[in-house]
């Protein structure tokens, strides 16, 4: 049974950092393009990172771009986003999404239709 499961979030201060982490059972995410969305209360799903199966390639959405960075571990089946200089308008929940035979571009980073397995999320909240 294919399962993710995102782990990591929490509640950190302004300026703070999270590393966000998604764990893979029942399939091999080498082979598949993993991408992180968050959605916020009463906001539309929003994509964040995505990262290439077949070159490692990845995408940023730009408000997150250069304080972002997102990772693969093939040996531990996992992919993580390291979250630096957290902002307020960062919180939100988290999902992970996975998808194979895709190249992560700024189309798929930004668009959850082209994912069909989802984590159930983790909320991440900055606040002073």
């Known amino acids: 049974q294919v399962q993710l499961v995102e782990s990591g979030g929490g509640l950190v201060q302004p300026g703070g950092s999270l590393t966000l982490s998604c764990a893979a059972s029942g399939f091999t995410l080498y082979y598949y393009t993993i991408a992180w969305f968050r959605q916020a209360p009463g906001k539309e799903r929003e994509g964040v990172s995505c990262i290439s199966s077949s070159d490692g390639s990845t995408y940023y959405a730009d408000s997150v771009k250069g304080r972002f960075t997102i990772s693969r571990d093939n040996a531990k089946n996992t992919v993580y986003l390291q979250m630096n200089s957290l902002k307020p308008e960062d919180t939100a929940l988290y999902y992970c999404a996975a998808e ?24 991440v909240t900055v606040s002073s």
């Open 100 to 123: 194979a035979h895709l190249l992560c571009t700024y189309y798929t980073g930004s668009n959850p239709l082209e994912y069909d397995y989802w984590g159930q999320g983790t909320q």
